[in-house]
């Protein structure tokens, strides 16, 4: 009787132990995938944290080009003057494309029509840009500004004029990290019981940030 007992007890233990080393892995393998997935935007989400937070500190000179054109006829004659109001509206496809040439930058977007002219916006990270198209002569005026490489990526930081691309690569970069911090949360309890600095540290991971939150920022 006190071996079947026995018996049974080695069995579960022997199960809880299975149990226990099946999940351990299993933390420890998307442990790892999602901190090799999110590693190089933690990389650079923990650096563009640093300088935008001195952004006035380490601003570089914008770097201003202007340029000008004339629009060829044939395609002055798809924009020309009319009775329609003030509206926002692309391009036409071809006047795009020849714009996209001029300016190197892709002609996408709404532009704003009036009677004179068409200006169309070429927002971008690390800087701006616009396009202006009289619509009687078929004068085209363009500037793009460059702040430099910082604020470019001072400006993925934000997911600033990025594009869905990107938006799609933060939304991802997102759950890698969560799932990153949630499996190393769950690592971190299965080995608590040999580390015991393991939950102060943790707790105080809250509590500084709660305390400069309340006492600081006002």
Not at 149 to 157: E, Q
Request: glycine share 8%.
């Amino acid at each position: 009787m006190h071996m079947k007992i026995a018996t049974q007890s080695a069995k579960q233990d022997g199960k809880a132990k299975a149990r226990k080393t099946f999940w351990l892995k299993q933390l420890h393998t998307w442990h790892w995938i999602s901190s090799a997935i999110s590693l190089i935007g933690l990389m650079l989400f923990a650096f563009t944290g640093i300088t935008l937070n001195h952004a006035a500190d380490i601003e570089g000179e914008p770097k201003v080009v202007e340029a000008a054109e004339k629009l060829p006829a044939d395609l002055l004659k798809q924009i020309a003057p009319d009775d329609a109001p003030d509206a926002k509206k692309p391009l036409p496809a071809p006047v795009a494309a020849w714009v996209g040439k001029f300016a190197g930058r892709t002609a996408t977007g709404e532009a704003e029509w009036s009677a004179a002219e068409v200006y169309l916006p070429l927002p971008r990270p690390g800087g701006d840009g616009w396009v202006s198209i009289d619509r009687e002569t078929g004068d085209v005026s363009s500037e793009a500004t460059d702040r430099g490489w910082i604020s470019y990526l001072n400006d993925l930081h934000k997911g600033r004029n990025s594009g869905s691309a990107w938006k799609w690569f933060i939304d991802i970069f997102a759950v890698a990290c969560f799932i990153f911090a949630l499996t190393g949360l769950f690592l971190l309890w299965l080995h608590s019981a040999k580390r015991p600095s393991t939950w102060p540290l943790v707790a105080l991971g809250l509590i500084i940030p709660a305390v400069i939150a309340v006492i600081f920022i006002h």
